[in-house]
C-alpha cells in the first residue's frame, strides 16, 4: 500500500502565458502523473485546481479544500509542478514550507524545481528562499506592468472594464471601444426624457416594472452578456428601483465621457478592492457615441440638486419645487394647501417666517405666480426668438467665423516657427552649438508644439464649419428657449429648463434667474459689436 495519500494541486493564473503549454492545467497534470509513475510509494487520492488566481494570495477556493483535506487528515503530501504554483508570495510560501507542512506531517514535493522535503538533500533553505524571493519579484513585475499597461489605456479612452455599463455594448472590431445597445440604449433615452418631464426616479421605474422593460441586470443576464457577481446581482428577481434610475442619470458614459479607475487596490499583494476620490478617476471625453445630449445631462443634474419633493399620490414634483426663494431669507419656498368651504387654494410660504428670523415672509397665490411666471417666459422668449434671427445673420456668423479664422492662423503660425526651429536644430547639433541630449530634447519639444498647434487647428476648422452652416454650439443653448414658443400651460419641464431660480421680493415682484443668461448677455455683446463694425465701415 503506497505510503503517501497526495493531492496533484494545479493553479494557472490569468497573468500566465495561456498561448503557452508550459503551465497549462493539461501540462500541468501530465508531469505530475508521469512524477507518480516513478515513485510507487505514493498514490494521488485528489486533484485540486485553481484556475485564474493569482499565486500572490491565498485565499484561493481550491486551495482551501485542500488546507481543509490536510486538517482532516485524508492527505499527507502535496505535489505540484514548481514552487511558483504553491505560492508566489515570499513569506507566506515559506511559512506553509517550514511551519504548515512540517505541523500535520505532510510532505511537498515541487517536480521542477527539485524540491521534495522528504529528502534532506533536495532542494536547501537558501535555494528554496531564493526561489520564493525570484517568484514573488515576478509577480511584483507583472503588476507593475499591467498597471501601467491599463493605466495607459484608459488615458487614451479605451475601455478596459469587463462589464459596460447599461445601454452600451463593446465594439465587435474593437474591444476597447463602447458603441450603443439598440436595445437598451433607447430605454437610457426614455429614462433622461421622463426625468426631463418632471417625472420622478420612483416613478420612472415603477412605469418601467409595469411595462415589463428588464432592469440592467435582468437584461443582461437574459442576452447572456457579462454581468458583476455578488451582492445586487445575486437576487434572483432584479426590478427597476429608483437607485437604479438615479445611477444611471448620473453616469457621464452617456455624453460620450469614459470615467474609469474610480476603483482600485492599494497594493499588489492586497486584492480587495477599494474606491479612490473621484479626483483620481481618469475622464475621456468624447471617447464614444453619446446617448444623451451634453446640456440635456447638465440639465437633469441641476434637476436632481433642487428640492423635487413629489406631492401625495402624485407621480411628478411640485411645479415650482426647488426654485422658489424667499427674497428676504433666501430660504426655498414651501408649498401649502388651505381648504375653505370645500375648494382647495394652494399658497406658497416662506417657511423660516418672523418667528425664526425672516423680515418679511411673503405668502404667494399659486395661480397669481403661474400666471406671472408664464408671462415673463413668453417676453423671454420671444426676446430669445429675435436674438435668434439676429445671430442667423451673416454679420453675426461672419464675426464668429473671423474670430476662429484669427486663431487658426496664429496655430498655424506657431507650426511654421516650431518647425523652422525644428530644422535648424541639426545644424547647430553639427557645429556643436548644442549637444546630442540638447537636439534629442529640443527636437521632440518642437515636434509636441508642432502636434498640439495641428490639433488645434483641426478643432478650430471644425467650429469654423459649424459656424458657417449656422450649426454653432456657442448659439445651440437657444433651441433650449425656443421649443417652448408655442407654450400654452407652464408645466414642470418648462420650469426647469428656462428658470435657475425664482426670487420672491414681494406679492407683486419678482426676480427671475433665466438658464444660460450668461450666453443671452454674450449674444446681446456680440450684436452690438457687429452693428458696431458695420456703422464704422458705413462712415
Known sequence: MPKYQATA??????????????????????????????????????????????????????????????????????????????GREYIETGRYLRRVFPTYGVRFIAITDNIDTAHEGSGDDLTVSVKNIMNEAYCRDISIKTRTSLDIKRRNGDFVGAFPVYGYMKSEENKNLLVPDPYASRVVQDIFRMRLDGTSALRIATVLNEMGILSPLAYKKNNGFPYAKHGYA??????????????????????????????GTPHYKIKQMEQRPSSEWIRVPDAHEPLIAKQDFELVQRIRRLDTRTSPKQDTVYLFSGVLICGCCGSRMTRKTNRVKGKEYHYYYCPTGKKHGCA?????????????????????????????????????????????????????????????????????????????????????????????????IRVLKEKLAD????????????????????????????VVHMIQSIKVIGKKELEITFTYQDEYQKAIQLIQLAEQTSQRKVG
Request: glycine share 4%; with cysteine.
Open 9 to 86: 494541486y494545479i493553479r494557472l493564473s490569468y497573468t500566465d502565458d495561456r498561448s503557452s503549454e508550459s503551465d497549462s492545467v493539461t501540462n500541468q497534470r501530465k508531469l505530475i502523473e508521469n512524477f507518480i509513475e516513478r515513485n510507487p510509494d505514493i498514490k494521488i487520492v485528489s486533484e485540486k485546481i485553481d484556475d485564474g488566481y493569482s499565486g500572490i494570495i491565498f485565499d484561493r477556493p481550491a486551495f482551501k479544500e485542500m488546507m481543509q483535506d490536510i486538517t482532516d487528515g485524508k492527505i499527507n503530501c502535496v505535489i505540484v509542478k514548481d514552487l511558483s504554483r504553491l
Open 234 to 263: 445575486d437576487k434572483e428577481d432584479c426590478k427597476w428601483s429608483a437607485t437604479t434610475i438615479i445611477r444611471i442619470l448620473q453616469d457621464e458614459t452617456y455624453i460620450g465621457t469614459l470615467v474609469q479607475g474610480k476603483q
Open 360 to 456: 418679511n415672509p411673503v405668502m404667494l397665490k399659486e395661480s397669481d405666480l403661474v400666471e406671472c411666471v408664464k408671462d415673463s417666459l413668453k417676453g423671454y422668449i420671444d426676446n430669445v426668438s429675435c436674438l435668434q434671427a439676429i445671430l442667423d445673420g451673416s454679420s453675426i456668423n461672419q464675426a464668429l467665423a473671423n474670430e476662429y479664422a484669427s486663431h487658426i492662423a496664429a496655430n498655424e503660425q506657431q507650426v511654421e516657427q516650431a518647425l523652422e526651429f525644428k530644422a535648424r536644430l541639426y545644424e547647430s547639433l553639427i557645429t556643436g552649438t548644442i549637444s546630442k541630449e540638447e537636439y534629442t530634447d529640443y527636437k521632440a519639444k518642437y515636434t509636441r508644439i508642432a502636434e498640439n498647434a495641428k490639433e488645434g
Open 467 to 494: 459656424v458657417l452652416e449656422n450649426r454653432s454650439e456657442r448659439n445651440r443653448w437657444i433651441s433650449h428657449f425656443t421649443q417652448f414658443s408655442t407654450m400654452e400651460t407652464l408645466d414642470r419641464k418648462a
